[in-house]
């Protein structure tokens, strides 16, 4: 049984904490042999200075790659539904001194955020996992500035299912695509 079938037979979106271990594990060794991480990031367009939330953190492999790229005029919120992922950030910010972080735990689709303050929101391989597609996207909207990115890419699902779910959503525009993800604004 593959991840995104377990994932559609939990009743929620938080997984348990062998399986938090285990992802985190895994992403470990793959980052060792692959290192794309950061040639991934390279085309996101992320300058100084920048605010940046990463929805669906993890253990913070892209928050750190942010939060030295904004540096210390800029931000990133660090977001998830499971604590493992935000103590992961709060001991990766300790080990690194990185003050420009801001982990944030959150239940459902609303955070402590306020509206309109992201330059960038990145959604990085955990779209597939959101149930209610529609109110996750408004509340990304939500947080987003008026000319501000979602970075959204398609994880365990085909491109023709993340961007059907983009476009009923009717709240973002795809203004392009690569093989790695799809860059959006707000409409
Ligand atoms: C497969 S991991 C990817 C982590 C990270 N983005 C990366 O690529 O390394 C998916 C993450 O999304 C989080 N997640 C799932 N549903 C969420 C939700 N509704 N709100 C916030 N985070 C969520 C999970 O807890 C998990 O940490």
């Not at 938080?14 to 285990?22: D, G, L, V």
């Not at 939060?67 to 977001?79: D, H, I, N, P």
């Not at 990304?140 to 365990?156: A, C, F, M, P, V």
């Amino acid at each position: 049984m593959g991840l995104k079938d377990n994932i559609h037979k939990r009743e929620t979106e938080k997984m348990s904490e062998k399986s938090f271990k285990m992802m985190t594990f895994t992403f470990k060794i793959v980052d060792f042999i692959f290192r794309y991480i950061d040639k991934r990031v390279r085309k996101f367009g992320i300058v100084e200075g920048m605010t940046i939330v990463d929805y669906g953190c993890g253990p913070g492999r892209y928050t750190i790659r942010f939060a030295k790229l904004v540096g210390q005029s800029g931000k990133v919120y660090a977001v998830d539904i499971h604590e493992l992922a935000i103590e992961a950030v709060k001991s990766k910010m300790e080990k690194l001194k990185f003050g420009n972080i801001i982990p944030l735990l959150v239940t459902g689709y609303k955070s402590d955020i306020p509206n309109n303050v992201a330059d960038m929101v990145c959604a990085i391989d955990m779209f597939f996992i959101i149930k209610q597609p529609t109110e996750f996207l408004k509340e990304l909207k939500r947080i987003t500035k008026k000319e501000g990115i979602l970075i959204i890419d398609d994880g365990h699902q085909s491109r023709s299912e993340t961007k059907e779910k983009i476009l009923n959503s009717e709240v973002w525009e795809i203004i392009e695509e690569t093989r790695d993800h799809l860059k959006c604004r707000p409409r």
